[in-house]
Structure formats: structure tokens, C-alpha cells
């Protein structure tokens, strides 16, 4: 499975966007600063996820959050950041 997650800091009101195919080992890379665009905002929680069949689509679901306004508003809403 692949997974396209949001990640909230536990820090500040910030979330992260991302995806792959172990959640524990992202979570925990993010967590241990591996990451330049989410290490400053580090401790993250997992608050949400979507579990894919295709790497394919998950990348798809994640470049459409990542880049539409309108699909991390409709996100946003239902998961209750908004």
C-alpha cells in the first residue's frame, strides 16, 4: 500500500503533505529531522491518511493537494483544520 499523509506540528499550527509506502518510518524521519522542510517544526503527529494500491496514485492525490487550492480546502474541511 501507499499512503498520502498530513502531518500537524505538534509545535505551531503547521501541517505537511506527503506520501509513501511506510508510515511509521516517514513519521519517524520527520521526526528525527531528516527532513529540511519539516525539521524545524518538529515534533509531528500523523493526523490524517489515505492508503493507496498504486504509488501512482498516491503521488497523483499528493501533487492535487499540494497544488490545488481547492483539493486541500475540501481536505481541510473534512478533516477539521478548517
Given amino acids: 500500500m501507499y499512503y498520502v499523509y498530513v502531518l500537524k506540528s505538534k509545535l505551531m499550527e503547521e501541517i505537511y503533505i506527503g506520501s509513501t509506502n511506510d508510515l511509521r518510518r516517514r513519521l519517524q524521519e520527520h521526526n528525527d529531522g531528516k527532513e529540511i522542510s519539516t525539521k524545524r517544526y518538529a515534533p509531528w503527529t500523523i493526523f490524517y491518511y489515505e492508503a493507496y494500491l498504486t504509488e ?5 492525490r499528493e501533487k492535487r493537494l499540494k497544488h490545488n487550492g481547492n483539493a486541500i480546502r475540501e481536505l481541510k474541511k473534512r478533516i477539521g483544520l478548517i
Fill in 56 to 60: 501512482k496514485l498516491a503521488r497523483l
